[in-house]
């Protein structure tokens, strides 16, 4: 069975930079996805950033050139580094995990529906 716990959510003025952390445990196969998406109050879930365990990634457009998805596979750990936060980047944040795929280059993340393995998140506030 899978975990995923997330990490390094809180309050942040725009402007500022927040780290994200992703400590996974449980996963055995070599071939996967993992992604970080996140959910507004009142709004839907959408993809914010992907990475497979060839170090591929893709971004949502309204990160690119502001977050950057990396993980560490000596600690089992995903990352999201987040700068030039702005208030519209208010949400919770989820780290997911896909077994068995492939991430689109030249993609976008999606909602997350094909992801099997979901931590419980992390809030992050941006003031304005």
């Known amino acids: 069975q899978v975990q995923l716990m997330e990490s390094g959510g809180g309050s942040v003025q725009a402007g500022g930079s927040l780290r994200l952390s992703c400590a996974a445990s449980?996963?055995?196969?070599?071939?996967?996805?993992m992604g970080w998406f996140r959910q507004a109050p009142g709004k839907g879930r959408e993809g914010v950033a992907q990475?497979?365990?060839?170090?591929?990634?893709n971004y949502a457009d309204s990160v690119k050139g502001r977050f950057t998805i990396s993980q560490d596979n000596a600690k089992n750990t995903l990352y999201l580094q987040m700068n030039s936060l702005k208030p519209e980047d208010t949400a919770m944040y989820f780290c997911a995990n896909r077994p068995n795929c492939e991430v689109a280059v030249s993609g976008r993340p999606g909602s997350g529906n094909t992801y099997r393995y979901w931590g419980q998140g992390t809030q992050v506030i941006v003031s304005s």
């Open positions: 449980g996963y055995t196969g070599n071939s996967y996805c």
């Open positions: 990475i497979d365990s060839d170090g591929r990634t």
